[in-house]
């Protein structure tokens, strides 16, 4: 399957397992703008894959009441650049609600998803990865798969999780991505980083679409460089498995961290100071951070403005030569 | 009911039983005792934060009892009637207000914020509106479910201009579903009048533009929010279909304890409302002209609630405040590591500083 195949299959199980559970969102009943949604409509009924006004805010507000009322809310924000005008209901409202109201009421069963990241020609507002808005808001968790089987498998988490999740989907791995993915159920843990590859010199971080990036990068360190990286997954923003970040840097002693998103306030500055808090000692050299550039997303700049395999490898090159 | 509470239009009696009415005005009358004590108590420094609900007590009780005990009740804030028709214990709403253990909430939110799941009361939040497409969201689920249940939406007239509620009002209307939307225009917000709120035609105007069917009520007229919210209700579960009513009414009290409206109106218009159109005089006069009440049983009602208040209040007052671990707990359904780290980090440091802080005043 495919990462927008993917998404269905995790969909169709979720319908098919829990009759409350329920999809909406702008053009979902057609089978959406990806085509993450087609076919549910016919399958499980217009009452339960349906199509909102188009108003973020309210579809978000929306899903948090089903939640609130007990029932399993699958929202689509189309592209994670709108996702804005939901932020009131996301970080007010449902991030708080079990908190504010002593756990009487709370809203875990809401789950937004929106594609996410750059496609190479989406300029401002359709290429956006606004994890680190949201990392900032105890009370929800963020989850970015990296590959149609991770998708499915988080995705899963994130609709049974007790707790609201934003599950951003990386557009450009929408149709490029394929790979064997079971038709039946499976889950992924959330707040688990994933170890792909064991390395002993850098430890190198990134999630979504980027994870492909520095698994390149490891490749040609260890070709051109004879430098050994241990490359790592982070898959959920936030609670973010500090534990697995850290016992990989105490023993390489370097961190590269890297993100589409601009490098200042990025979720790679959290990183970098939890590390350098946690493991001082250990550090070789500055923990390197790779990423957008603090602009909007460019269009025709994108070229330039992404953080590619050279900017990665060069910055890996300084950190062991530091 | 016309000012002196008598029926205008036989007709529209709802001729409740004198038990029920009786509980509408036992309900009002509590509300605005417990008001009264609780908006001192913050004057008195007791409790930090106030709003009363003086003059739109009809709003909250004629709602209330005319809606299932089971239908679920978004409120904004004003809108503690509606708990106390639902015979939410004082003690509690004491409880929420001064933050102590007793508090379901867990003493997370300033004073007002009441929830109860019980009675089916949603827990407060402080922003406007936010409440209006949740509200409509969790009436899906409830047609979904066949559930039979209504959902009520309170907002002010302010609210009403959020965002929010012109996304609430048209995915109730597009996705058809069993909601009242209660709007309580009550004049102002905070110091805003109407006039600056919006210059059309008042709220209740806007629900056809969004295809909702939509009444202006009397919200001072205690039977006439009663019969709309009646007929809006059979009408919402029947039909699933979202229906809207404007109770025109008027905030006798300031907006909270943080305000002092002499600043943006005259007393003359408080008194007006005050004396010549409240919700429980012309209750009251109703009751004293069927014979239902009389002024013997008004005074000794008077003092039994005015005695139940303070008891509550000084119960209220004595207990202690949660322990602080509670300030960690229901992030997350379950604790992140990394917060138990902080939990435990607060406890070294209370520990070693533990004499700066009023712990005195916690349960340990």
């Not at chain 1, 609600?97 to 996410?116: E, K, V």
């Amino acid at each position: 399957m495919n990462l927008f195949q993917a998404v269905t299959s995790a969909l169709d199980n979720s319908l098919a397992t829990d009759p409350t559970a329920v999809i909406f969102g702008e053009d979902v009943a057609f089978g959406g703008v990806f085509r993450c949604t087609v076919g549910l409509r016919d399958k499980y009924g217009k009452d339960r894959v349906f199509n909102t006004p188009l108003c973020e805010q309210g579809i978000v507000g929306f899903g948090i009441g089903i939640a609130v009322a007990g029932a399993t809310a699958i929202a689509e924000i189309q592209f994670a650049d709108y996702i804005f005008p939901a932020f009131d209901q996301i970080v007010n409202e449902a991030a708080k609600y079990r908190y504010r109201s002593g756990d009487l009421f709370n809203c875990g069963r809401l789950t937004i998803r929106a594609p996410w990241g750059c496609v190479g020609h989406g300029a401002l507002y359709h290429s956006q990865c606004p994890e680190a808005f949201f990392a900032h808001c105890p009370g929800i968790k963020v989850v970015i798969p990296r590959s149609p089987f991770q998708a499915k498998g988080l995705l899963l988490s994130c609709i049974q999780d007790k707790n609201p999740c934003i599950f951003f989907e990386p557009k450009i791995l929408y149709r490029a991505a394929v790979e064997q993915v079971p038709v039946e159920p499976y889950n992924i843990p959330l707040s688990q980083a994933e170890v792909l590859q064991e390395g002993s010199d850098v430890t190198l971080v990134a999630w979504g679409t980027q994870v492909h990036v520095i698994r390149e990068v490891a490749s040609m360190a260890r070709e051109k460089l004879g430098v050994s990286c241990e490359v790592i997954d982070l898959r959920t923003i936030i609670p973010w498995d500090v534990d697995t970040v850290c016992k990989s840097v105490v023993k390489t002693g370097r961190l590269l961290i890297s993100h589409e998103a601009p490098l200042t306030g990025g979720f790679a500055s959290e990183i970098s100071s939890t590390v350098q808090e946690e493991c001082f000692l250990n550090l070789e050299a500055p923990i390197s951070r790779v990423c957008g550039y603090d602009t909007p997303f460019p269009h025709i700049f994108e070229p330039f403005y992404i953080p590619d395999k050279w900017k990665c490898y060069d910055a890996l090159r300084k950190m062991i030569n530091y | 009911m016309d000012r002196q509470g008598q029926i205008i239009n036989p007709s529209e009696d709802p001729h409740l039983p004198q038990e029920e009415v009786l509980k509408f005005y036992r309900s009002m009358t509590l509300l605005n005792t417990m008001d009264r004590i609780l908006y001192e108590s913050q004057r008195q420094g007791r409790i930090s934060f106030y709003m009363t609900n003086y003059g739109e007590e009809g709003t909250h009780v004629g709602s209330a009892a005319a809606l299932d005990s089971t239908d679920l009740v978004f409120g904004q804030y004003r809108e503690a009637g509606v708990l106390m028709y639902r015979e939410y214990p004082l003690e509690l709403f004491m409880a929420q207000c001064y933050g102590n253990m007793s508090d379901p909430g867990k003493g997370r939110q300033m004073p007002v914020h009441y929830g109860c799941k019980e009675r089916h009361f949603v827990t407060i939040s402080s922003p406007l509106a936010t409440q209006i497409p949740q509200a409509v969201g969790a009436a899906y689920a409830a047609k979904r479910a066949n559930a039979n249940q209504v959902v009520i939406c309170y907002f002010g007239e302010g609210a009403a201009s959020e965002g929010d509620a012109h996304a609430g009002f048209n995915f109730a209307a597009t996705l058809e579903c069993p909601i009242i939307f209660f709007c309580r225009n009550n004049g102002y917000a905070i110091s805003t009048p109407t006039s600056e709120q919006y210059r059309g035609d008042g709220i209740a105007a806007r629900g056809p533009g969004y295809g909702i069917m939509s009444i202006r009520v009397d919200g001072n007229d205690v039977f006439a929010v009663y019969n709309a919210t009646k007929e809006a209700r059979r009408r919402a579960v029947a039909e699933n279909q979202p229906f809207l009513i404007e109770a025109m009414t008027y905030r006798i009290g300031h907006h909270s304890t943080s305000d002092d409206s002499s600043a943006y109106r005259s007393v003359d218009e408080v008194n007006y409302w005050d004396k010549q159109d409240h919700p429980i005089s012309r209750l009251r006069h109703h009751l004293l002209s069927r014979g239902w009440w009389d002024e013997e049983q008004e005074r000794a009602w008077r003092k039994q609630s005015r005695k139940k208040v303070m008891e509550a209040f000084e119960q209220a007052e004595r207990k202690l405040k949660p322990n602080p671990n509670l300030l960690f707990s229901d992030v997350y359904q379950e604790m992140p590591a990394r917060l138990r780290k902080q939990q435990e980090a607060l406890a070294r440091h209370l520990q070693a500083y533990g004499e700066h802080y009023p712990l005195d005043h916690f349960d340990k």
